[in-house]
């Protein structure tokens, strides 16, 4: 593949790449970029619905889980580095779902999530990534810096009846007017409060969450 500019020299807009490359290589890159990035989704989709029908996901961070997290960070780094954030215009629509999948899920890498933050804004300006896509990961940073969220899209498990409800929303009033402007409906119904679960498995729930705060910490999201 022909060695690009330096990222401060260059545009990463197709029109500049086909100038640069010819028309025909630069289609090309991009299907082969739209294509690697949909098959790191694939395989942490893949590995994620494995560990689920085998019940090993309701706990501590899988081992496994986290391995493949960290290498499909470490490779959406590198392509950052080369081409820029991978909006629409350079990975396709799916394509560039499947980077925010990644680094939604690049949940050890602080500095990575933030970085991506910002460099997702800036494609939402320009139109080359859906508002919805920084929206997540603005809450997701929300949620592990233990901050409130303003779209609602982040939810944890209540320990006391083991439904999934929203984490702390900043302005529950205001919540839906902003889901909406980032093109997300309504936030969905909250559950009522259920029956309580056996202490045993309500034991287990708090030893979970727990176990996630300490990892939070540990990972420089947020103190103990």
Not at 17 to 40: I, Q, V
Request: charged share 25%.
């Amino acid at each position: 593949m022909p060695h690009l500019p330096t990222r401060e020299n260059r545009s990463t807009t197709p029109l500049f790449l086909c100038r640069f490359l010819g028309c025909d290589t630069h289609s090309s890159m991009l299907d082969s970029l739209r294509r690697e990035l949909l098959a790191l989704r694939d395989n942490d989709l893949a590995l994620r619905e494995e560990l689920l029908a085998a019940g090993e996901l309701s706990g501590p961070y899988h081992p496994r889980m986290e391995a493949i997290h960290v290498e499909n960070a470490a490779r959406l780094r590198e392509i950052i580095a080369d081409y820029g954030w991978p909006g629409n215009d350079l990975a396709g629509a799916d394509g560039a779902e499947a980077a925010w999948l990644i680094v939604q899920h690049s949940i050890g890498e602080p500095e990575f999530m933030r970085t991506a933050l910002r460099l997702m804004e800036d494609c939402v300006e320009q139109g080359r990534v859906p508002a919805w896509h920084a929206a997540y990961l603005e809450d997701r940073i929300a949620l592990y810096e233990g901050r409130a969220q303003r779209f609602g899209t982040q939810t944890i498990d209540d320990p006391r009846d083991g439904l999934a409800r929203p984490w702390t929303i900043a302005d529950p009033d205001r919540v839906n007017g902003l889901r909406a402007s980032v093109g997300l409906k309504p936030l969905p119904a909250i559950p009522p409060p259920g029956r309580d679960l056996p202490p045993e498995i309500r034991h287990q729930h708090e030893s979970n969450q727990e176990w996630w705060l300490d990892w939070l910490a540990s990972r420089g999201w947020r103190r103990r």
